[in-house]
Protein backbone atom coordinates (compact mmCIF):
# COMPACT_ATOMS: atom_id res chain seq x y z
CA UNK A 1 0.00 0.00 0.00
CA UNK A 2 1.08 3.51 -0.49
CA UNK A 3 1.35 6.20 1.66
CA UNK A 4 -0.57 9.22 2.21
CA UNK A 5 1.03 12.23 1.06
CA UNK A 6 -0.30 16.27 -0.24
CA UNK A 7 -1.02 16.02 -3.83
CA UNK A 8 -1.51 18.73 -5.83
CA UNK A 9 -4.16 18.68 -8.91
CA UNK A 10 -4.11 20.91 -11.38
CA UNK A 11 -7.97 21.11 -12.56
CA UNK A 12 -8.71 23.19 -16.12
CA UNK A 13 -12.30 23.90 -15.98
CA UNK A 14 -15.15 25.41 -17.60
CA UNK A 15 -15.37 28.91 -16.64
CA UNK A 16 -19.37 28.68 -15.57
CA UNK A 17 -21.76 29.09 -12.74
CA UNK A 18 -21.73 26.11 -10.11
CA UNK A 19 -18.89 24.65 -11.18
CA UNK A 20 -16.42 25.09 -7.86
CA UNK A 21 -19.47 23.80 -5.85
CA UNK A 22 -20.01 20.66 -8.04
CA UNK A 23 -16.24 19.76 -7.53
CA UNK A 24 -15.82 20.68 -3.93
CA UNK A 25 -19.26 18.31 -3.48
CA UNK A 26 -17.34 15.91 -5.15
CA UNK A 27 -14.88 15.62 -2.80
CA UNK A 28 -17.00 16.07 0.30
CA UNK A 29 -19.34 12.76 -1.33
CA UNK A 30 -15.98 10.86 -1.33
CA UNK A 31 -14.94 12.03 1.69
CA UNK A 32 -11.58 13.18 0.34
CA UNK A 33 -10.58 16.26 2.55
CA UNK A 34 -9.08 19.45 0.65
CA UNK A 35 -6.36 21.26 2.48
CA UNK A 36 -6.06 24.30 -0.20
CA UNK A 37 -7.98 25.22 -2.87
CA UNK A 38 -7.63 28.10 -4.93
CA UNK A 39 -9.46 29.20 -8.54
CA UNK A 40 -8.76 32.04 -10.57
CA UNK A 41 -8.65 32.98 -14.72
CA UNK A 42 -6.56 31.02 -17.00
CA UNK A 43 -4.71 32.57 -20.35
CA UNK A 44 -7.85 31.09 -22.24
CA UNK A 45 -10.93 32.97 -22.36
CA UNK A 46 -13.90 30.47 -20.57
CA UNK A 47 -11.25 28.47 -18.59
CA UNK A 48 -10.65 28.50 -15.05
CA UNK A 49 -7.97 26.75 -13.17
CA UNK A 50 -8.00 24.61 -9.48
CA UNK A 51 -5.47 24.15 -7.92
CA UNK A 52 -6.74 21.21 -4.91
CA UNK A 53 -4.25 20.30 -2.21
CA UNK A 54 -5.43 16.86 -0.58
CA UNK A 55 -3.69 13.89 1.65
CA UNK A 56 -3.90 10.83 -0.83
CA UNK A 57 -1.95 7.88 -1.77
CA UNK A 58 -1.56 6.28 -5.39
CA UNK A 59 -5.20 4.71 -5.17
CA UNK A 60 -6.85 7.59 -3.65
CA UNK A 61 -4.94 9.84 -6.10
CA UNK A 62 -6.18 7.80 -9.44
CA UNK A 63 -9.82 8.25 -8.01
CA UNK A 64 -9.75 11.43 -7.29
CA UNK A 65 -8.55 12.19 -10.77
CA UNK A 66 -11.64 9.53 -12.60
CA UNK A 67 -13.95 11.33 -10.58
CA UNK A 68 -13.09 14.84 -11.64
CA UNK A 69 -12.83 13.73 -15.40
CA UNK A 70 -16.75 12.15 -15.11
CA UNK A 71 -17.72 15.47 -14.33
CA UNK A 72 -19.08 17.65 -17.67
CA UNK A 73 -17.33 21.22 -16.90
CA UNK A 74 -13.78 19.41 -16.36
CA UNK A 75 -11.31 19.88 -19.28
CA UNK A 76 -8.14 18.46 -17.92
CA UNK A 77 -6.55 16.76 -14.63
CA UNK A 78 -2.97 16.53 -13.83
CA UNK A 79 -1.58 15.70 -10.72
CA UNK A 80 1.56 17.46 -10.40
CA UNK A 81 2.69 16.43 -7.13
CA UNK A 82 5.48 14.64 -8.53
CA UNK A 83 6.40 16.82 -10.90
CA UNK A 84 8.53 19.40 -11.32
CA UNK A 85 6.27 22.34 -10.12
CA UNK A 86 6.28 25.93 -8.80
CA UNK A 87 3.97 26.18 -5.68
CA UNK A 88 3.48 29.71 -3.96
CA UNK A 89 0.65 31.15 -1.06
CA UNK A 90 0.53 34.82 -0.33
CA UNK A 91 -0.42 35.24 3.37
CA UNK A 92 -1.29 38.63 5.00
CA UNK A 93 -0.14 38.99 8.55
CA UNK A 94 -1.12 42.30 10.69
CA UNK A 95 0.69 42.20 14.06
CA UNK A 96 1.22 44.40 17.49
CA UNK A 97 3.91 46.55 17.07
CA UNK A 98 5.14 49.29 19.34
CA UNK A 99 7.89 52.05 17.61
CA UNK A 100 10.68 50.24 19.34
CA UNK A 101 9.57 46.88 17.52
CA UNK A 102 9.03 47.97 14.37
CA UNK A 103 12.68 48.42 13.06
CA UNK A 104 12.98 44.48 14.67
CA UNK A 105 9.82 43.25 12.36
CA UNK A 106 11.61 45.10 9.32
CA UNK A 107 14.71 43.19 9.40
CA UNK A 108 12.88 39.61 9.67
CA UNK A 109 11.27 40.70 6.73
CA UNK A 110 14.22 41.14 4.99
CA UNK A 111 15.22 37.82 6.00
CA UNK A 112 12.30 36.34 5.12
CA UNK A 113 11.77 38.29 1.60
CA UNK A 114 8.53 39.47 2.98
CA UNK A 115 7.95 43.40 2.90
CA UNK A 116 5.69 45.76 4.68
CA UNK A 117 1.91 46.85 2.83
CA UNK A 118 0.81 49.05 5.82
CA UNK A 119 2.23 50.59 8.97
CA UNK A 120 -0.10 52.74 12.08
CA UNK A 121 1.50 53.80 15.08
CA UNK A 122 0.82 50.50 16.90
CA UNK A 123 0.34 47.90 13.91
CA UNK A 124 2.21 46.55 10.88
CA UNK A 125 1.03 44.22 8.50
CA UNK A 126 2.99 41.99 6.10
CA UNK A 127 3.22 40.71 2.91
CA UNK A 128 4.67 37.27 2.30
CA UNK A 129 4.61 35.40 -0.82
CA UNK A 130 6.44 31.77 -1.18
CA UNK A 131 6.29 27.90 0.07
CA UNK A 132 3.94 27.17 2.32
CA UNK A 133 6.85 26.10 4.79
CA UNK A 134 8.79 29.95 4.49
CA UNK A 135 5.13 31.67 5.05
CA UNK A 136 4.86 29.02 8.16
CA UNK A 137 8.48 29.97 9.75
CA UNK A 138 7.68 33.84 8.99
CA UNK A 139 4.49 33.29 11.29
CA UNK A 140 6.37 31.07 13.85
CA UNK A 141 8.83 34.06 14.15
CA UNK A 142 6.13 36.92 14.39
CA UNK A 143 3.94 34.91 16.68
CA UNK A 144 5.50 36.17 19.98
CA UNK A 145 5.35 39.55 18.81
CA UNK A 146 1.66 39.06 18.75
CA UNK A 147 -0.16 38.18 15.55
CA UNK A 148 -3.77 39.85 15.31
CA UNK A 149 -5.01 38.85 11.76
CA UNK A 150 -3.80 36.51 9.52
CA UNK A 151 -5.27 35.44 5.72
CA UNK A 152 -3.68 33.16 4.06
CA UNK A 153 -4.24 32.33 0.09
CA UNK A 154 -4.53 28.62 -1.02
CA UNK A 155 -1.67 26.89 -3.22
CA UNK A 156 -1.31 28.40 -6.92
CA UNK A 157 0.95 25.80 -8.73
CA UNK A 158 2.03 24.89 -12.21
CA UNK A 159 4.83 22.78 -13.12
CA UNK A 160 8.50 24.26 -14.44
CA UNK A 161 9.44 24.38 -18.24
CA UNK A 162 7.98 24.18 -21.27
CA UNK A 163 4.61 21.97 -20.52
CA UNK A 164 1.77 23.75 -21.41
CA UNK A 165 -2.00 22.47 -21.63
CA UNK A 166 -3.54 22.97 -24.56
CA UNK A 167 -6.92 23.55 -23.03
CA UNK A 168 -8.32 24.99 -26.82
CA UNK A 169 -8.19 21.03 -28.20
CA UNK A 170 -8.13 18.94 -25.12
CA UNK A 171 -7.08 15.27 -25.51
CA UNK A 172 -8.66 13.23 -23.19
CA UNK A 173 -6.67 10.66 -21.52
CA UNK A 174 -7.50 7.27 -21.25
CA UNK A 175 -7.83 7.50 -17.88
CA UNK A 176 -11.16 9.74 -18.42
CA UNK A 177 -13.20 7.10 -19.29
CA UNK A 178 -11.97 4.29 -16.77
CA UNK A 179 -14.20 3.34 -13.64
CA UNK A 180 -13.44 4.52 -10.29
Known sequence: ??????????????????VLN????????????????NVGATHEAGVSRMTIVCD???????RIEANLYKMVNVLWVDDITHKQSINRVLALIKLNCSREQRDEILKICEVFRARAI????????????????????LV???RPVGILELVQT?????????????LAHPTV?????SAA
Do not use: C, W, Y
Not at 154 to 166: I, L, N, Q, S
Open 1 to 18: MSQSVKRTFAVFVEDKPG
Open 22 to 37: RVASLFRRRSFNIDSL
Open 56 to 62: ADDDKAK
Open 118 to 137: DMAPDRITIEITGPQDKVEG
Open 140 to 142: SVL
Open 154 to 166: GTVAMTRGVEKHD
Open 173 to 177: PASRH
